[in-house]
């Protein structure tokens, strides 16, 4: 069974600096792919960042790029976010989430496991 358990969220200032672990367990996980998404009060699930484990390619969404970066620690099993510059509109519940097989990283339909979840909020 596969697990993944987030950490590393909390309450920063405008401008801050956070970093989110998710540690994996379970299986093998050289041939996934790995996700971020976050969900803000009264707003859809939406996709952050992903990774892909084997090769390390990375994809981010718009509205993140060039402030966030995903990265991951084979040794650990430990797929990382680490974000800078962050804003308000930063504030949510960030996601884990890892995807088997099959093309796509965006949407949350195609991902097979979650993780519970970790809350960020950040202050203005």
């Known amino acids: 069974q596969v697990q993944l358990v987030e950490s590393g969220g909390g309450l920063v200032q405008a401008g801050g600096s956070l970093r989110l672990s998710c540690a994996a367990s379970g299986r093998t996980f050289s041939s996934y792919i790995m996700g971020w998404f976050r969900q803000a009060p009264g707003k859809e699930r939406e996709f952050v960042a992903a990774i892909i484990w084997s090769g390390g390619t990375t994809y981010y969404a718009d509205s993140v790029k060039g402030r966030f970066t995903i990265s991951r620690d084979n040794a650990k099993n430990t797929v990382y976010l680490q974000m800078n510059s962050l804003k308000p509109e930063d504030t949510a519940v960030y996601y884990c989430?890892?995807?088997?097989?099959?093309?796509?990283?965006?949407?949350?339909?195609?991902?097979?496991?979650w993780g519970q979840g970790t809350q960020v909020t950040v202050s203005s």
């Open positions: 989430a890892a995807k088997v097989r099959g093309l796509g990283y965006i949407s949350q339909t195609l991902y097979d496991y």
